[in-house]
């Protein structure tokens, strides 16, 4: 009986042993597993960044073809290719086609925010505060904003009284909402130079700063625009009436690439570059990038 009993126990003791290895075991293949995908993971950004950088380089090179007929038609439309196993979707947009922060008159700001969902006297308010923001004085205009008022709102950091340098820079003004900024982001600048878009390349975003028309109606213009080639653009209207006309090759644009591997990882990269040598001996010069979207 007591030589059974120890039986028993050893048996007992074997099969603990047993699952705790069974368990061990699994433990070690599923943390092997693990950092296997982690590694393909990470192997697989590594490649879609590569090959979006591939991309942006490759673009940029394009648009500096003379023909206007074969160059990339820097509209926003977009351009797939394949590359090393990854899908890449990129498109270049003439900045020119922007809305540029600088050189907007108060009233194309008034309309771009007004048709974004803002309110008639938000809009008039926030377009005074832009011009104050950028405006070399201490003077405030008629809604506009100074330092007292940004002193009087609690902020602690008023007007730069200087042009804008980024488009970021934007949230730093007195009274627009980040949604705002986030919807208006994409048609504005501060490389154009431009008091209006130009309709060769403005984005939905920017054709909103023109006044009598809507949201559908920029949307279904763009739509419109980007199944044209460059010698059909002439011609083509806003439904108030203002016509595309011809434009030569700009000098500055931006970029956005994105690959996607085909394990569904991707990466997009986004530079504003400006075309011609300079003292490395580059073709084109970065003036901005961004990069880590989650969107």
Do not use: C
Not at 58 to 87: H, K
Not at 165 to 180: K, R
Not at 235 to 244: C, F
């Amino acid at each position: 009986m007591n030589a059974l009993h120890q039986k028993g126990i050893a048996l007992v003791l074997v099969l603990w042993i047993l699952i705790l290895v069974t368990v061990a075991s699994g433990a070690y293949a599923l943390m092997a597993r693990m950092d296997q995908l982690e590694a393909n993971t990470l192997m697989s950004g590594t490649q879609a960044r590569l090959a979006a950088e591939a991309a942006i380089n490759l673009m940029a090179a394009q648009l500096r073809d003379p023909d206007d007929f074969t160059r990339p038609v820097a509209d926003g439309r977009p351009y797939r290719m394949e590359f090393d196993g990854s899908v890449v979707e990129v498109s270049a947009t003439d900045e020119r086609g922007k809305l540029d922060l600088n050189t907007a008159q108060e009233d194309t700001l008034f309309t771009l925010f007004m048709n974004n969902g803002m309110n008639p006297s938000d809009a008039e308010l926030l377009a005074a505060a832009v011009l104050d923001w950028r405006d070399p004085d201490d003077l405030e205009r008629v809604n506009g904003a100074e330092l007292d008022a940004y002193l009087n709102a609690g902020l602690a950091v008023g007007p730069a009284n200087r042009a804008f340098m980024m488009t970021e820079e934007l949230l730093q003004v007195i009274g627009i909402p980040y949604e705002l900024f986030r919807r208006i982001e994409p048609g504005v600048t501060v490389f154009s130079k431009a008091a209006m878009p130009d309709l060769n390349f403005a984005p939905v975003e920017a054709l909103l700063a023109v006044e009598d028309i809507t949201l559908e109606e920029a949307q279904e213009f763009v739509a419109q625009r980007n199944q044209l080639d460059q010698e059909s653009l002439t011609g083509l209207a806003l439904p108030n009436g203002q016509a595309v006309v011809a434009r030569g090759r700009g000098l500055t644009y931006s970029i956005e690439a994105k690959a996607t591997m085909p394990n569904g990882v991707w990466e997009k990269l986004e530079a504003t570059i400006r075309l011609g040598g300079g003292p490395d001996g580059q073709p084109f010069r970065v003036l901005r990038w961004r990069e880590g979207f989650h969107y």
